[in-house]
């Protein structure tokens, strides 16, 4: 059981195979559509040295590591990673994947041209210290003139539409209820599955939610310039209603 109570919710949550069900992660198409977006918005060059920073299995990785892009994944679960290395080896590539934290990445400074984190990972640290933490050691791994593209959510959507309550049925035959809070003090979205039958505590996740102010004044703090805020990967220019907030960032010269 994963419980946001016991620190940290994140290790116990994707160490289980039902995160693979319950994090709701994008279809093939989509994760096509990112792949070919990331190319356009960031914009990715084959000299590049990438980054990606909570690569999970691999979803955005191994495509474009296919694409001849130069890679490096970094994530803290050894389940995510162990699937991201075989469905490479599936695929006839070998990624280089890397188990460490966010907060505290295994890199030199200016390693990387590119830094990427993607599909909702940032915010699931227990302090707001902790997630200013993850920005400056971005920076700090990137090059002068390096780009760092920031996929999460817009915090206005989240709490107007999250999904406060949500019956899943499991292939294993499992009936989950899923309820979502908004913790006020701390800006957190927690969710959290139970048993369908017995109402115990099956999962918990906690995601600490920024607005696009706060979170532009926390990467400039860290280090880095918004150059551009995408509502989507079509790049639309973000309004403040969308369900994303995508931002791109350079580290000054």
């Known amino acids: 059981m994963s419980d946001y109570r016991s620190a940290p919710w994140w290790r116990a949550f994707f160490e289980n195979a039902d995160s693979l069900l319950l994090s709701n992660f994008p279809d093939l198409d989509e994760t096509e559509f990112e792949v070919a977006a990331l190319q356009r918005l960031v914009p990715l060059r084959k000299s590049d040295l990438i980054g990606d920073i909570c690569c999970g299995m ?23 990673l162990t699937l991201a290395r075989e469905a490479g080896r599936m695929a006839g590539l070998r990624p280089r994947l890397v188990h460490g934290l966010a907060q505290a990445l295994p890199f030199a400074d200016g390693s990387f041209d590119v830094i990427l984190n993607l599909f909702n990972s940032f915010g699931y640290l227990a302090t707001v210290a902790d997630d200013l933490a993850v920005l400056r050691e971005t920076a700090r ?33 499992r009936e989950l209820t899923m309820r979502c ?18 109402e115990a505590l099956v999962h918990s996740a906690a995601i600490r939610l920024y607005s696009p102010g706060e979170l532009e004044a926390m990467l400039a703090t860290a280090g880095l310039r918004v150059i551009a805020k995408f509502g989507g990967y079509s790049g639309s220019e973000f309004e403040g209603w969308e369900r994303q907030l995508l931002v791109l960032c350079e580290k000054p010269r």
């Open 181 to 198: 809070q908004y913790r006020r003090d701390d800006a957190c979205l927690v969710s959290s599955w139970y048993d369908r039958h017995t």
């Open 58 to 80: 691999g979803r955005h990785l191994l495509p474009l590591a296919s694409l001849g892009y130069d890679l490096v994944g970094l994530d803290a679960s050894t389940m995510m």
């Open 141 to 173: 791994c990137l090059r002068p003139g390096g780009r760092f593209f920031l996929d999460t959510r817009n915090k206005k959507y989240q709490i107007l539409y999250a999904p406060y309550h949500q019956a899943i049925d499991l292939p294993d035959g």
